[in-house]
Every structure is written in structure tokens, then in C-alpha cells.
């Protein structure tokens, strides 16, 4: 009992002597007043502040409320309606209801809900549950303790708390009031929201990279969170001051960065947001073909990251330029990127914006005709991002349309090989080289004359005449053609017959000495009619399987283009010889005719003649007379 009423033994008997000793008279009822003494107690919470735990100590106080007495009836008389009372002695006694008795207003635990909603920057929605005994408090007192204290004193059940400093630490206790004293609090802590910060601009980007600045937000903050944005995903980076460097970022790409302070490790609060893009990489591999007089055609790989077209500039320059960097020196639509560039680089390549054009994301390639033949163009491509509006690096290349090839003509003869040719386009000089066809005999001249007559060749060998047109360092493609210089025949042929082979030998022709030539050896025999030829680099052959006894004409050509005179011999096989005998009858009207010898010498010189005629030195013959004592 005591315990409930908060009060010790020497305090209830004070109590009620007090409450004894001032009687007020009125009929049937006294009432005395007192104000016991007031006790106090402590109760101690945590509240995180920044990271870490603080202890708070807050006393609160507890007050006795005013007793009223009425003098105590008959006790032998009888109670219609009762109810059990408690006396302050410790007796359990009955009473009329309705009877008004005193009482003491004691101290109940506040176990109920608190709660902090809408924070902001400089304030929050307060509400808790209601007190126990709810009818008997009277109001609610809350204290809010931080870098500025406010008390306030609420019937109702919440409480809107402002001028709060942003990015702020506080405390609130609800202590509720009852019978003029306070109950145990009800305790909350929060932080307001930091406020945003101010002038936040991207200072510079590169390709993997940005620099963002901004101004302190009013109130507390712990650190800043950067969060970056794409059309991909979301990344996030703690920044401790007020200047960011947001790295691996992608190229070309646009990022809406927005920054935001932060306490308590995870309040973060009002955003601030920019956007950008990062600068384009470059292309790769860009490279040109240079294959052709009038057109300039140049090709690259697309760069690493997004980009939305390529730009392109392209100026015939003279031979000495090597295109190593490119300069725009007007344009007002595309913002270039040309932190790289030395402007006063003789490597340099400035353009004008009419020397420039757009492509489409689409193509890698681009096709310029009608330019001038034998010259040198600076060729420069950059990936452009923002709508095409926003350039990455430029890279360059030297690009060439090669001098035009000349129309090549060739005049041989024996030892010599003329050239001439006629171009239509620009040129320098020109370089002529002859080559024979086993490469042994290579000469090459320059001359800027559009002829020229190659001396101490060999005759009757092929040989290769090349014209390349120069301008500068630019050559065109060459301009070739062949020919044989005039043949010279073989010497000293010689034909040795070995039974029905023939071995053919000869000399090559004094003005082809030491060149790879080409020969024809044509054969023939009239009697059969027979023709075969045989074509070789050799200067010796045997003919096989020749018909016996038979003469064979040998002709030795140089076979150069043209033929050339041939070197004539002639050769017989070894005959295989056999007898024939005619036998001649002869009759006459003149006795004795046929027996004399002169008519036996003219049939045999007759015949003779006639076989003659028919095989003359073509075949192996032999005519012999014989009368018939030599045949028997």
C-alpha cells in the first residue's frame, strides 16, 4: 500500500494528522487540505548523437494531490448500498457508495506509443499514445532538447515542433500531467533532415570522370552522398568535402548526379541534383586506304562507351604535315574537346567548321571524290555524344590520293628498250625500272622527262618496264609492260648423227651472252614430209628415233616475241642399207643395139637421172651397173 502511494510510514501518519488538524464545519461534512511533501525520482536514457551514445539524465517530480476527509458515520448503522473502502490504517471497512471519501492521487507507470513523423529540415509531427488514467491528466508537457530547448504543453496528443536547425540531433520527452504531477516521460530522439546544398555545378569532365563543386547546406552535416546516375544503374560515393571527383564513369555518357548530406551515418537530406555528359573516347584503328588518284576513303572502329555520331574534317595539306593533331579554329554548334592540342605544332591540322562534316552513329567509314590527284589530306574523326553537340578527342591521320599512272609505250630493238608514256594529272618526277624476266638485269632511273631509253641489254630477252609517277613522298600505281628485245640467231650449229640419233649443239647469240633465252629447234626431213620443232633453254639436244638414212634440216631460232633468224644445218642418219636389183631388158630393130656399151651407159645414166630426181640427197641411195657375168 505504501509502495503504490509512493510514501513511507512517517509520511501517511503526517498525511492524516494534517488532514485532521483543520476542520471545516459545514452539515455532515468536513474537509481538510494539506500539500504532502514532494518526493522526486530520476530516470536515465540513451540518445544517439552523430554516431555515438550519450547518457541524459532528466529528475522529474512527483506531488501529492490534496485529500478530503468527511466524518466517519455510525458504524452499527446500516448501509443499504456498500462498497468496501480501504481506511488509513490498514482496515477494510463498508461505506455507503456514494459517500465522499478521502484519497490520495498516486504515481501510475506511462507505458504508451511516441512517435516522430514528417521530419524536415526544420520540423516534425510529434504524437504519442495517451497517459493512464487518461481523464484525470490534465495535459502533456514535452520538452525538446538540442542545439535549441522548447517546451511545450498539449492537450491533445501530438505536437508540431519547428524552428529546428537542419541535419540536427534531438531529444523529446511527453511527460503527462496528472493530479499536478508528472508521470514518467515518454522519450524520442531524431535528427532533422540536412538541408541542400547550394551552387552545385560540374566544374570539368573527362572521359572516365567528373569534378563536381557545391557550397556547405545551412545546419549540420556528417559527410555528402553523391549518387550518379545513367540509363543503366545507379552508383553511389561518399564525398567528405564540398568538392567531389566521380571516377569510372562511362564515355559519352549522360549522368544526373545528385548530392546530398547526410548524418547519423543514413539521414540523408534534400537533394540537389546536375546532370552532364562525359566526354566521348576516341575512335580506334582509324586508318585510310590510299589506293586511288581521285577519292580518299578512310575507316575506324567505333570507340569504347555510347556515343551518338562522328564528325569528321578532312584538308588537303602540303607533303611535309604529319596530321598528329587536329585543331577546329571556328564553330559555335559542337563544343570540341581539344585539351591535347599544340596549336603551334607543325603536326598540327586546323580546320575550318566548312571543312568538317556529321555521320550518323551507323557509319564508320567515309568517302570523299573528286579531290586532287598526287596530293596529302589531313584526315580527323572524333565521337560526338549530346545529340551530336558535345565532341570527344579528334584523332588524325595523313590520308593521300595516289598521282595518276602514266600510259606506258615500249619500242625494242636488239640491244635497247625505249619507253614513253603521257599522264594527265600531277606529278614530280617520274621512276622508270627495267627488269629482265630471271630478275638478273634490274636497272632504275629517275627522270622528269616522259621517256627514257634503256641501253646494254641483252637481245632477245623479255623484259619488264615499270613507271611510277612521283609527288612528293605520294607514288602512284605502277604503270608496267613487256616486250623482248630484238633476237639475234645461235651460233656455230653443229649436227653429228650416231645411227637414227641426231645430237644438235649451238652457240647463244653474242649479244644475248648470260641471259636466260629461249630457243626453237625446227626440224625437218622433205623426202617423208616430216616437221617437228622443239622448244628449250638449252644450247645442246639429241633428237631420238629419226627415220635411218634419211638427211634432216636443222633450223636454230631465238624465240623472243618475235623469231629470230635462224642458224641452218643439216644431218643423215645412219642408213640401214639394202640391195635392189633391176634387171633391163632391151630390144631394138638394130642388131648388136642393145650389147654396145654406149647403149648400156645411157639406160644407166638414164636411170640414174631419174632416181636422182626422185630421192636426190634426202635419202641414202647408191646406183651400181652390172652386166649379167657380174651378176652370175
Known sequence: MLFCLNMTCDDLESAVDMCKRTPTVTPNTTTYSTT?????FSTTFNAPTNGTKTEDTTTESTTTS??????????????????????????????DCNRSLPFICYEERFFGQINISDVNTSAGNLSWSEGPGAKNISHYRVEVTGDKNQTFNQTKLFQYIENLTAGTLYKVQVFPVKCGRDLNPQNISFYTYPSD????????????????????????????????????KTEKQKCDNEECTITDLIPGTEYVFTVKAVVNKMTEGVPSNVSDYTIPSTVRNLRSADNDSTVIMAFWDPPTGNYSGYRYCLEEVNNSRKCTYCNITSDSSITANNDITNSGNSDTAKFSNTDCKTVDETETFIKQSNRSDGSMF?????????????????????????????????????????????INGNYEKFEVTIISADAKDIQSYNTTNKDYTFTNLKAGVFYTVSVVTLNGDLT????????????????????????????????????????????????????????????????????????PGTKYTFNVMVLAGN??????????????????????????????????????????????????????????????????????
Open 36 to 40: 504532502p511533501k514532494v518526493t522526486t
Open 66 to 95: 490534496n485529500c478530503v476527509f468527511e466524518p466517519e458515520p455510525d458504524p452499527e448503522q446500516y448501509i443499504e448500498d456498500a462498497c468496501v473502502v480501504l481506511l488509513s490504517f490498514g482496515m477494510w471497512k463498508e461505506e
Open 197 to 232: 546544398v547550394q551552387n552545385l555545378i560540374v566544374v570539368s569532365v573527362t572521359t572516365v570522370r567528373a569534378n563536381l563543386k557545391w557550397s556547405k547546406p545551412d545546419g549540420n552535416h556528417d559527410f555528402y552522398s553523391v549518387t550518379f546516375i545513367n540509363a543503366l
Open 378 to 422: 589531313c584526315v580527323c574523326v572524333a565521337a560526338l555524344t549530346k545529340n551530336n553537340t558535345l565532341s570527344g578527342e579528334m584523332v588524325g591521320i595523313p590520308a593521300y590520293t595516289r598521282p595518276k599512272s602514266v600510259d606506258l609505250s615500249l619500242i625494242p630493238s636488239l640491244k635497247e628498250m625505249q619507253a614513253t608514256w603521257e
Open 476 to 547: 602512284s600505281v605502277p604503270a608496267n609492260k613487256s616486250d623482248y628485245t630484238r633476237p639475234a640467231k645461235p651460233r656455230d650449229v653443229k649436227a653429228t648423227a650416231i645411227k637414227n640419233n641426231i645430237q644438235l649443239s649451238w652457240g647463244a647469240p653474242v649479244e644475248s651472252e648470260g641471259a636466260l633465252i629461249q630457243y626453237i629447234v625446227k626440224y625437218n626431213t622433205s623426202f617423208w614430209d616430216e616437221t617437228n620443232e622443239i622448244n628449250t633453254t638449252e644450247t645442246n639436244i639429241t633428237i631420238p628415233y629419226l627415220r
Open 563 to 632: 623469231l629470230s633468224d635462224p642458224a641452218t644445218t643439216h644431218a643423215k642418219t645412219e642408213p640401214e642399207k639394202r640391195t635392189l636389183v633391176l634387171t633391163m631388158l632391151c630390144s631394138s630393130q638394130t642388131a648388136l643395139h642393145c650389147d654396145k656399151p654406149e647403149t648400156r651407159n645411157e639406160l644407166f645414166e638414164t636411170l640414174k637421172k631419174k632416181i636422182d630426181d626422185k630421192f636426190q640427197d634426202l635419202v641414202h641411195w647408191k646406183l651400181k651397173a652390172k652386166t649379167s657375168k657380174d651378176i652370175l
